[in-house]
């Protein structure tokens, strides 16, 4: 009977778990470049019961295999496309195709940590270096990229021009794994052992914005499904809890 509390209880822990990521895609659903998440779930390994210490059996009594509930068992970003929106602003930038812009935070040392992202709202910032909205930098096949002043173009390779003179060309990469990325913040990926850059072979588009994958309704709808789950453990616990009531209170008295 205590392993019915616990099988429940794992239950509402899982959806709990599953809810906060629904949650989260919602939150993005209107954030530039954003991957929606999801989750799988994976019930606990079986393990053998057994009938002990019964005087009716010669030995102990294999009696089948019981498992205790369900678990997160991964949690996977799915990289489909969003939709490509005109802006008509020469700073954003989106990918048609597969691939990745590359940036950088800076680190104390002054070195830069290379991040990957979809997200192409670029801007200048006062020193006239190209960065993200977040203020890390996009860089170049030079290293960071300077935009002096001028009319800024963007070609389909990501080529730089400024009054009709080349700047930098944005350093773009594919992945041979994109599922291996380690996401970080709502459109960042780190770069893992288990994945290798590739040529980048899409396209850019300069006054495109690349919108978040996330279909909302069906994440609400998700959201309400999750909601029942939760309800039926959690009613499936207090019937555990009523009848361990009934038995202290009762059944003990006889």
């Known amino acids: ?18 809810m906060d990521i629904v949650a989260n895609n919602l939150a993005n659903a209107t954030t530039s470049g954003f991957k929606q998440d999801n989750v799988v779930f994976k019930s606990f390994e079986e393990v053998l019961a057994i009938k002990i210490n019964d005087p009716q059996t010669v030995s102990n009594k294999r009696i089948g295999k019981m498992t205790l509930g369900v678990q997160v068992d991964n949690i996977y970003t799915n990289f489909e496309q969003g939709a490509l929106t005109f802006t008509d602003d020469p700073n954003s930038i989106a990918i048609e195709g597969e691939g990745m812009f590359t940036i950088a935070s800076l680190n104390e040392d002054g070195t830069l940590s290379e991040r990957f992202t979809r997200d192409g709202s670029f801007t200048v910032n006062q020193n006239g270096t190209l960065v993200t909205k977040d203020g890390f930098y996009v860089l170049g096949e030079n290293g960071l990229i300077t ?34 990325l380690k996401k970080i913040g709502d459109s960042q990926f780190l770069k893992t052992d288990r994945t290798e850059k590739t040529d980048f072979i899409s396209t850019v588009r300069q006054g495109y914005q690349e919108d978040s994958n996330v279909n909302s309704v069906k994440e609400m709808i998700e959201m309400i499904n999750l909601q029942r789950t939760y309800e039926a453990n959690q009613k499936v616990l207090t019937t555990y809890d009523s009848t361990l009531e009934n038995v202290v209170n009762n059944v003990g008295r006889v």
């Open 147 to 180: 935009v002096p002043q001028g009319q800024m173009s963007i070609t389909r390779d990501g080529s730089i021009y400024v009054n009709d003179e080349l700047v930098d060309k944005m350093q773009m990469t594919g992945f041979d794994d994109y599922s291996a």
């Open 1 to 18: 009977m205590l392993r019915g509390l616990y099988t429940a209880y794992t239950g509402m822990e899982a959806q709990q778990h599953k």
